[in-house]
């Protein structure tokens, strides 16, 4: 049965919202620390794969190493639970800013998302959608994976990021969040089924977004991006040789 909780997503509470994307729970909140510590709490609490948690504001979003993600009102704030029995997470964060690219695209008319490895959507050389994989495991048995998605749809970008980050409003003047929300959850629910490695088709639509393509890298390791495997790991070539980079922060030089 579909769950809700307080307040409406532009009108439409949260009981409407799980029977419109037709999903087993959807929880909203006006505003909630972190979606994905909510996502967590439900996981070990027994809700069932594909439950969605939406905030209409984080008080407490964050991204990848704990970095504070700014989540005022007017962005999609979002949260979805997943039990599939081993996937790795650098795959899924790699899948899941695919889908949220190609509703980037679709939305703007054009291909324009552009996708940094691991986690971040870009969009005119700025930063618009972050991306964060979190599982949890008793013993080696992965018991739930949480991800948590963050973009800004509507919300103003504080005038100190200005240059890094963008809003979709930017390119898309009257999107509204459920322009984004109907586009993007139903197919992220489907990532629990999805194979272990990167399609050769998903390989190729990560090339023609990498953003990181060629460009020179000071870390995690120094050397130019040459791409992703099918493993989702990060291929980094450097005197005279390839390295394989599977997580890290990467700075551009």
């Known amino acids: 049965m579909t769950g809700g909780t307080r307040g409406t997503l532009e009108g439409i509470p949260a009981a409407a919202l799980g029977r419109r994307w037709t999903v087993p729970r959807c929880e909203l909140s006006q505003s909630l620390g972190s979606t994905l510590d909510r996502a967590h709490a439900l996981g070990s609490e027994g809700a069932p794969a594909g439950t969605v948690v939406l905030a209409l504001e984080q008080t407490a979003g964050r991204g990848r190493d704990g970095r504070t993600w700014h989540s005022p ?14 996937l790795p997470l650098g795959i899924v964060s790699i899948r899941a800013g695919l889908v949220l690219a190609d509703v980037v695209d679709e939305l703007a008319g054009r291909p324009l998302a552009r996708l940094k490895w691991p ?6 050389d700025r930063k618009l959608a972050g991306v964060l994989c979190e599982g949890r495991w008793h013993g080696d048995r992965l018991q739930w994976l949480a991800i948590g998605l963050g973009v800004n749809v509507l919300n103003e970008i504080p005038a100190e990021v200005g240059d890094a980050a963008i809003a979709l409003s930017a390119i898309v003047p009257r999107v509204r969040l459920l322009d ?45 991006a040459r791409g992703v495997r099918p493993d989702g790991a990060l291929l980094v070539e450097g005197a005279g040789q390839v390295a394989v980079v599977r997580e890290g922060h990467v700075e551009t030089a």
Request: with cysteine.
């Open 180 to 224: 984004v929300l109907d586009r993007l959850v139903p197919p992220l629910t489907r990532l629990d089924t999805a194979a272990d490695r990167l399609s050769e088709q998903e390989c190729a639509a990560f090339a023609a977004r990498d953003w990181l393509r060629d460009r020179p890298l000071r870390g995690p390791v120094p050397g130019l």
């Open 73 to 86: 009102p007017g962005g999609v704030w979002l949260a979805l639970l997943l039990r599939p029995r081993a």
């Open 119 to 124: 986690n971040d959507v870009f969009l005119n």
